[in-house]
């Protein structure tokens, strides 16, 4: 059995205190992380932890990065005014360099501090532009916690209501390991996808604003069709005129190693419409965003801020944290490396199905009770990894993009032995 890290009647305080109750679910007994440093973390009890899921929360590069804790220094000790009514020198630099590796031509960003609410608002600029609230979004999906964006989660169990200010065609194309799509090949896939695509449009009346869709879905447990679907969608979509979203909120600043951003596995279908971000961008500190053609992000017709977004504190954190990014080639580490961890879990021999690209590295088990069974054996070996999947049955490895080869190979051997010990 685990120690306790945290005490009883603390948890108690928190259960009363706090909503949701996820904490209650993921580990047997909760574990609270103090400091961390580089791709470890510490727990309340001095227990060290290989991180592999931090990188896919919030932090991007590496735990307390000292760039980004300097530059958050820094600026906390100059101006944490938040407004977007008053120029900021860190926000405009920002959202220049974002603009520019975003591929979208004509670009123009908004920050917003969640994944949630970028989301939100790229949905509430598609359906302004094309003066329709249908929208489409692929099955098994997750967008985020907000109204519009639970209407948009076609995930049923981060959908705690069914009601929605949208009217939303759920199309196939996220989970190929499912139902009557497992044994198809990746045209037989794809071309099934697009049929069920234009079926759904063939059934919708009126106008269809935009398809919303992950790269590769992030909660959904790192599944994804094969690429170049979303470029074969972007064909039907632009017929119809339909605006595409690409969420990258998982798949972004290169964690997919091969590309920068998760749509360019799907290039030939060139940039998306609108493209969203958030998680670790910043590091820590709370951002997100839109990126968005300017003529679709100009159709908002009255005055849209938000206090917090592109405040100069995080937008401080982002510059240093995307510096250290480019300037190491963090996106061929994550292609170099996350080789290295696939090829050692494909050694192992373990049945499993391996999901996913870079240091986006899915494990799909049997079923909810052996991941959830690995999670312990994972956290007692000292390595942390994360839940997903369309029923929980999924591992998700995304540790920060500084993992280094040698770490990448340790923790692989750890977490093939609590795959072992769940007899996965
Ligand atoms: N989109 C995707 C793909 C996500 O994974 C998440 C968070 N899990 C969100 C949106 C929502 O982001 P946030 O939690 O910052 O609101």
Request: hydrophobic share 40%; aromatic share 6%; net charge negative.
């Amino acid at each position: 059995t685990t120690a306790h890290t945290v005490d009883p009647a603390e948890l108690l305080r928190r259960h009363r205190a706090v909503t949701p109750a996820w904490l209650a679910t993921y580990y047997r007994e909760p574990i609270e992380l103090t400091h961390g440093e580089g791709r470890h973390v510490w727990d309340s009890a001095g227990k060290r932890y290989l991180d592999f899921f931090g990188g896919i929360l919030t932090t991007m590069t590496a735990h307390a990065l000292p760039e980004v804790t300097r530059a958050v220094a820094e600026q906390a000790g100059r101006i944490l005014h938040t407004s977007t009514l008053y120029l900021s020198t860190p926000m405009v630099e920002l959202a220049e360099q974002i603009a520019a590796l975003s591929g979208i031509p004509d670009a123009k960003v908004f920050f917003t501090p969640s994944g949630t609410e970028a989301n939100e608002l790229a949905l509430l600029l598609a359906t302004t532009h094309r003066r329709s609230n249908q929208v489409l979004a692929l099955r098994n999906s997750y967008h985020g916690r907000s109204f519009s964006t639970i209407g948009v989660t076609g995930n049923g169990s981060w959908s705690p209501t069914s009601l929605s200010p949208l009217q939303t065609l759920y199309v196939h194309g996220g989970v190929r390991t499912a139902g009557p799509f497992a044994q198809l090949t990746d045209d037989q896939f794809t071309a099934a996808c697009v049929a069920d695509l234009e079926d759904m449009l063939g059934q919708a009346e009126g106008t269809v604003a935009a398809l919303i869709a992950e790269p590769i879905q992030g909660v959904g447990g790192f599944t994804s069709g094969p690429d170049g679907l979303l470029a074969a969608f972007k064909e039907v979509l632009d017929r119809h005129g339909i605006l595409w979203i690409s969420d990258e909120v998982q798949t972004g600043w290169g964690r997919t190693g091969d590309h920068f951003w998760g749509w360019q596995a799907h290039g030939q279908a060139g940039p998306p419409d609108v493209l969203t971000f958030a998680k670790g961008i910043a590091n820590g500190m709370s951002m997100g965003g839109v990126v968005a053609r300017a003529e679709v992000m100009d159709s908002l017709a009255a005055n849209s801020i938000s206090t917090f977004g592109g405040s100069p504190i995080t937008c401080a954190a982002a510059l240093a944290n995307l510096r250290h990014l480019l300037e190491n080639d963090l996106q061929g580490n994550a292609r170099r490396v996350g080789a290295v961890l696939r090829e050692e879990l494909e050694k192992s021999g373990l049945p499993v199905e391996l999901r996913g690209r870079g240091l986006m590295l899915g494990v799909g088990l049997r079923d909810a009770a052996t991941a959830a069974a690995t999670l312990e054996h994972a956290r007692e070996l000292g390595l942390l990894v994360g839940k997903g999947g369309r029923a929980g049955d999924a591992l998700r490895v995304a540790p920060p993009l500084s993992l280094t080869a040698e770490e990448a190979r340790e923790g692989a051997a750890l977490l093939i032995e609590a795959l072992r010990r769940a007899q996965a």
